[in-house]
């Protein structure tokens, strides 16, 4: 038995850590794993792939990145750019079967977010034995209760929150840590909260500068002159706006810059000096921590269960400390977002925290 692997769609700490669990789990089977390159495109005739032993992965786990590549953009993208869905062409999906079948590949894992799963879900409609494996550090896929990268970009807010914090103190400033989080922003919540942030924004909850700017001020007069805000790339503004870097680009909308316009009105407001920091694909890189490597390796290892078992179609999801599986099409098109009245969010609210609202 041949199965193959690819990671679709933005990078993420822990997929080495997957590969690392589908080539060990699958050599106990004494099956082969072919690890397609940069994404389903590596499907494309000739193939861009190579064989995975287990010696192969010495060693990866605390790599970040993949060691297979991976694309958010090519012939298989699902997402073409304000929130609409492509599907892949025919003759593209057609092109891509020849390699399946001529590699003889009996099961397909796909390592990917929402986009990415898309395309995996048209596939397996398609006859293609699809297993998906939920990959996004944004931890926004409504049918899993955690996903591996996510830990690992929470603990990078956290260092710089910290770092921040000693600056910021130094000058009395306003610091502002612009964190990933495109429609979730659970990154900006956990990071912001263990990070001692003391104003944090979300996608979820609408914020006004008149709160945030009266915190402040109250934050001031009892002896406080440093206020450290986290505030997710895709929190609205007030007037509703989300800020992008390039709203026209193919593809998903580039997000950014919204730290800078939080910056400078709570400058103006308060009258504070503020600074803006963006931390960008800082969270993206680097080492995973121990809890995505091996989250990410019980990933894998469910994988290559599920093809086991011709458990086509399902996707791998963690709930309640248990790694099982949900339908594909169960776990695509369903966010799962920050409730503005969840527990998680009453406790940030009782130690102080401003979501500004
Ligand atoms: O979806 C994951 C994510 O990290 C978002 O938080 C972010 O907006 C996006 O990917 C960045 O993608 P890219 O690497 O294409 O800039």
Known sequence: MRIGILNSGGDCPGLNAVIHGVVGAADQLGWEVIGFRDGFEGLLPPGDYSV???KDTIGILKLGGTILGTTNKGHFAAKVGKGDIAEVPPEIVAKAKQTMEQLEISALIVVGGDGSLTTGLQLYREGWPIIGVPKTIDNDLSATAFTFGFDSAVSTVVDA????????????????????????????????????????????????????SDFINDRDAQGYHSTLVVVAEGASMPDGNIVTIDANCAGEVRLGGIGERVAARIGHLTGKDTRACILGHLQRGGSPTSLDRILGMRFGVMAVKLAAEGAFGRMVSYQAYHVDSVLIEEAVHQLRLVQPDSELVQAAKAVGICLGD
């Open 161 to 212: 929150l910290d770092r921040l914090h000693t600056t910021g103190e130094s000058h009395k400033r306003v610091m502002v840590l612009e964190v990933m989080g495109r429609h979730a922003g659970w990154i900006a919540l956990w990071g912001g909260i263990a990070g001692g942030a003391n104003v944090v924004l979300l996608p979820e909850i609408p914020f006004s500068f008149e709160k945030i």
């Open 52 to 54: 995975l032993k287990p």
